[in-house]
């Protein structure tokens, strides 16, 4: 049963450059979560999507970010035209669907693309 | 946007010692969850507490909710080198993780 995959591990791209992170989830898992992450910081969270669903974008950048989870594939977070402060560790987690009464979910984290930006 | 403030954000200790971290809010959760992660991997699940006041012990760890649950606490005793890593704390509100600043956690033999 595999965990959630994200590709690539490591990209570089020159400022004005586009990047594209990818994360399939675990299967049976219809929620996506994408966080950022500096050395030795804190996750930050950056958007919440369900299946063909933007649920809470509140944490991206109004501009040249975006996110995507369609039907079928994996969900894309991308990153128009580059800038050196964009470096960082992009992690996707994923979980199944909450149940009601207040029992949390898990979420499942995959290794992280790590952004550079030259 | 609910923020949680841990400390200490760096903890270097020797292996033996006990040591405790803290993660508070002015927000409620339903419920606050821990996960530990290591240099160049992602966060992993350790415990989640759901109820006010709750204690939960894995091993050597030691979780507490607080009785409003807005704060928690992570006591480790004796600790190990392999304990070492980034221990973070996420509060649950909806379906939604909010994690805390961090603990860095080195462990040295």
């Known amino acids: 049963n595999a965990g959630v995959m994200q590709n690539p591990r490591h990209l570089v791209r020159r400022r004005g450059q586009e990047a594209r992170l990818r994360c399939s989830p675990m299967?049976?898992?219809?929620?996506v979560y994408w966080y950022r992450q500096l050395p030795e910081e804190g996750l930050k969270f950056m958007v919440y999507?369900?299946?063909?669903?933007?649920?809470?974008e509140s944490g991206m950048p109004k501009e040249r970010f975006s996110a995507e989870f369609p039907k079928e594939g994996p969900s894309i977070l991308r990153i128009q035209q580059v800038v050196r402060g964009d470096s960082a560790a992009y992690f996707c987690a994923s979980s199944r669907r909450l149940l009601a009464g207040g029992y949390t979910g898990e979420l499942f984290f995959g290794e992280g693309s790590r952004l550079t930006v030259l | 946007t609910q923020l949680l403030e841990q400390s200490p954000q760096f903890l270097s200790i020797q292996e033996g010692e006990n040591l405790t971290v803290y993660c508070n809010s002015s927000s409620v959760f339903s419920s606050l969850q821990w996960y530990r992660q290591e240099p160049g991997e992602g966060p992993v699940l350790l415990v989640t507490v759901v109820t006010g006041g709750e204690v939960k012990k894995l091993k050597r760890l030691t979780f507490q909710f607080g009785d409003a649950r807005k704060d928690s606490s992570l006591h480790i005793t004796a600790a190990q080198p392999g304990d070492t890593g980034l221990y973070l704390c996420?509060?649950?509100?909806?379906?939604?993780?909010?994690f805390g600043t961090g603990t860095s956690l080195t462990v040295i033999p």
């Open positions: 996420a509060g649950v509100a909806g379906n939604q993780f909010y």
């Open positions: 299967k049976g898992h219809s929620h």
């Open positions: 999507l369900q299946k063909e669903n933007i649920i809470d």
